[in-house]
């Protein structure tokens, strides 16, 4: 009678515990899902796209589930698949910051030509509203999506100085606010916006080609960096066909794993010690 007593009570222990594991799992996962939602309704509008950010949330949650399941299926270890599971929640972030990197290296590089176009627009004779409509319809993105809606809070009532500090403020490049500048100060001292616009085309362009020619100077450094952070796998790997009971002892004992958490550490800081040389601002 007592065991079945004390049963009882470990069946209820148990229970009680999975039903508080589930429902702090849930809040947890829904405090989650309201954070993405959220953050991924902002990214997307940032970049003139339409999606729901709900598909998007379902999308992280698949990638994680279908990684994890196949690094565990590959691997046969709970302990590697676990940190690929979460680690994928890590993706979006990633793939917006690497896509807004390009976005506004893209933005940066189509503003000389399209800042010679509004110049020789006004020297013909047009307005600055005229001349920026005509760009809007002949740029392509991102900078005729960022000057349409430049041109659409003119429309609206807003102020040439207000909607070149909204343009600042969605384009946070060097770039941008030397050209904001520019057309703040013509518009302030009334001098020829014209010459203002085309002066900092060529000062845009001489500063892009400067660091163009950096980055094939130091395209080695950062192969370098690749090779290596590269190398040490790519010799594990090898090592483990040659020697698979050798090099067992890194995946099944307490020294093998510590052994590996110094390494990647290393690497690390040697793969940013790299990369901080060779990142040279202009």
């Not at 809040?27 to 709900?54: H, N």
């Not at 690929?84 to 290296?105: E, G, H, I, T, W």
């Not at 004992?253 to 790299?274: N, Q």
């Amino acid at each position: 009678m007592s065991i079945l007593f004390i049963t009882l009570i470990v069946a209820l222990a148990a229970g009680l515990l999975a039903w508080i594991a589930i429902e702090y799992g849930m809040s947890g996962v829904e405090r989650y899902r309201a954070s993405f939602t959220e953050r991924a309704r902002f990214q997307v509008q940032e970049f003139f796209l339409f999606i729901d950010p709900r598909t998007l949330f379902a999308a992280n949650i698949a990638a994680m589930c279908i990684g994890g399941l196949c690094t565990w299926l590959v691997t046969g270890s709970l302990v590697i698949a676990l940190p690929v599971f979460f680690a994928l929640a890590f993706m979006p972030r990633f793939l917006y910051a690497r896509m807004r990197r390009q976005r506004l290296r893209k933005f940066d590089e189509q503003l000389p030509d399209a800042l010679m176009m509004l110049s020789g627009a006004m020297r013909a004779g047009a307005g600055l509203s005229t001349a920026l409509g005509q760009l809007v319809q002949e740029a392509p993105a991102p900078l005729g999506q960022e000057f349409s809606l430049l041109l659409r809070e003119q429309r609206l009532g807003l102020t040439m100085e207000q909607s070149l500090n909204g343009l600042s403020r969605r384009v946070p490049t060097q770039t941008t606010t030397l050209v904001v500048s520019a057309m703040r100060i013509a518009n302030d001292t009334g001098g020829g916006l014209a010459e203002t616009l085309e002066r900092t085309a060529h000062t845009i362009r001489s500063r892009l080609q400067m660091e163009a020619k950096i980055g094939a100077l130091t395209a080695q450094g950062k192969l370098q960096a690749w090779v290596v952070g590269l190398l040490p796998v790519g010799l594990g790997l090898i090592l483990s066909k040659m020697e698979p009971e050798a090099m067992s002892l890194l995946w099944t004992t307490t020294v093998g794993w510590l052994t590996i958490i110094v390494l990647v550490v290393l690497e690390l800081m040697g793969v940013y010690v790299i990369r901080k040389i060779v990142a040279i601002d202009v």
